[in-house]
C-alpha cells in the first residue's frame, strides 16, 4: 500500500470514527489485528446503533448509503469527501449552510473551519448549547464548489433531495439557515439576508430562522452584525424551550 492510499484509508477511518461518536458509540471492540481497508470500506449501516437510539440515525444512514460515490453533478469531479452532515440526528436544533469548503472537504465533516469555529462558539458560548449533542449541522450541497463560490442552479437542484430527506428524517423543533444561499433553497425564493434575517420563516411545518452565514460575520465583523446573530439566535433558543 502506497503512502497516499494509506493517508487515504486513515483519514476515512476517522471520519467513521467521527461518525460513531455522532452516533453516541465512545467506544468499539478492537482486536490487535485491525485490517484498515477493511474497516474502511465497511458500511455505515452494518454498525449497529446503541439501544435507545431512535430510527434517525438508522435513516440518515440509509440516505448516505443512497449517496453512494456521488457523481450526479460536477461538483464531484474535485471533492476530496462528500460532507454529509454530522451532530446528533435527534437534535431540535439543525442549522444549513451552503457548501463545504477546503477544511470541511479535507475532513469529510461540515464547519470545521474558521467559520466552523465561529459556528461552534455562537452554539456553545452565545446559545449555550453543545454543538455535538444538540444541534445536526449540514449543507445544501454536499461538495465543495471550486473555489468556494455559491453552489451553481444546477448543483443545488441535483444535491438539494438529500438535504431534503435528512430535514424529513430528523423533523428538528427549528432550522436556522446560514446566509443567503441555504435561505433561499429552503424557501424556494429570493431572499434579501440583510433585510429578512430574524424573522421567521417555515420550512415544511418546520420553523426556520434565517441568519449570517458564520463566514460572512469574519468578514464583517462589526458590532451591529453580531448584535443581529445574537438577536436571531436568541429567538431560536426560546423557540426551542417553548
Ligand atoms: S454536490 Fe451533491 S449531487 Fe453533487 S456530486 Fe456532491 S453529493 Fe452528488
Redesign the pocket.
Given at each position: 500500500m502506497t503512502a497516499h492510499q494509506k493517508s487515504a484509508h486513515l483519514r476515512k477511518l476517522k471520519n467513521q470514527l467521527i461518525r460513531l461518536q455522532d452516533h453516541g458509540i465512545d467506544e468499539i471492540p478492537c482486536n490487535s489485528q485491525l485490517d484498515l481497508s477493511s474497516a474502511s470500506a465497511r458500511p455505515s449501516q452494518s454498525i449497529p446503533i446503541r439501544s435507545g437510539q431512535t430510527g434517525i440515525a438508522q435513516a440518515l444512514d440509509h440516505i448516505r448509503a443512497e449517496?453512494g460515490d456521488?457523481?450526479?453533478?460536477?461538483?464531484?469531479e474535485g471533492?476530496k469527501n462528500?460532507v454529509f452532515g454530522s451532530g446528533n440526528p435527534n437534535a431540535q436544533l439543525v442549522f444549513v449552510g451552503e457548501?463545504p469548503g477546503a477544511e470541511e472537504d479535507e475532513q469529510g465533516l461540515p464547519f470545521v473551519g474558521r467559520a466552523g469555529k465561529k459556528l461552534t462558539e455562537i452554539i456553545e458560548k452565545g446559545m449555550g448549547l453543545n454543538r455535538a449533542q444538540d444541534t445536526y449541522i449540514c449543507n445544501i450541497?454536499?461538495?465543495r464548489p471550486p473555489g468556494n463560490r455559491d453552489?451553481e442552479s444546477d448543483?443545488v437542484s441535483?444535491?438539494i433531495p438529500?438535504l431534503e430527506k435528512q430535514l424529513q428524517a430528523i423533523h428538528p423543533k427549528v432550522i436556522v439557515t446560514l446566509g443567503k444561499p441555504a435561505t433561499e433553497t429552503l424557501l424556494g425564493r429570493k431572499v434579501a439576508i440583510t433585510k429578512e434575517r430574524g424573522q421567521w420563516q417555515e420550512y415544511k411545518g418546520i420553523k426556520l430562522m434565517p441568519t449570517f452565514h458564520p463566514a460572512y460575520l469574519l468578514r464583517a465583523y462589526t458590532l451591529e452584525n453580531r448584535k443581529a446573530v445574537h438577536e436571531d439566535m436568541k429567538k431560536a433558543l426560546a423557540e426551542l424551550k417553548r
Amino acid at each position: 500500500m502506497t503512502a497516499h492510499q494509506k493517508s487515504a484509508h486513515l483519514r476515512k477511518l476517522k471520519n467513521q470514527l467521527i461518525r460513531l461518536q455522532d452516533h453516541g458509540i465512545d467506544e468499539i471492540p478492537c482486536n490487535s489485528q485491525l485490517d484498515l481497508s477493511s474497516a474502511s470500506a465497511r458500511p455505515s449501516q452494518s454498525i449497529p446503533i446503541r439501544s435507545g437510539q431512535t430510527g434517525i440515525a438508522q435513516a440518515l444512514d440509509h440516505i448516505r448509503a443512497e449517496m453512494g460515490d456521488c457523481d450526479r453533478c460536477k461538483l464531484c469531479e474535485g471533492r476530496k469527501n462528500i460532507v454529509f452532515g454530522s451532530g446528533n440526528p435527534n437534535a431540535q436544533l439543525v442549522f444549513v449552510g451552503e457548501g463545504p469548503g477546503a477544511e470541511e472537504d479535507e475532513q469529510g465533516l461540515p464547519f470545521v473551519g474558521r467559520a466552523g469555529k465561529k459556528l461552534t462558539e455562537i452554539i456553545e458560548k452565545g446559545m449555550g448549547l453543545n454543538r455535538a449533542q444538540d444541534t445536526y449541522i449540514c449543507n445544501i450541497v454536499k461538495c465543495r464548489p471550486p473555489g468556494n463560490r455559491d453552489p451553481e442552479s444546477d448543483e443545488v437542484s441535483a444535491c438539494i433531495p438529500f438535504l431534503e430527506k435528512q430535514l424529513q428524517a430528523i423533523h428538528p423543533k427549528v432550522i436556522v439557515t446560514l446566509g443567503k444561499p441555504a435561505t433561499e433553497t429552503l424557501l424556494g425564493r429570493k431572499v434579501a439576508i440583510t433585510k429578512e434575517r430574524g424573522q421567521w420563516q417555515e420550512y415544511k411545518g418546520i420553523k426556520l430562522m434565517p441568519t449570517f452565514h458564520p463566514a460572512y460575520l469574519l468578514r464583517a465583523y462589526t458590532l451591529e452584525n453580531r448584535k443581529a446573530v445574537h438577536e436571531d439566535m436568541k429567538k431560536a433558543l426560546a423557540e426551542l424551550k417553548r
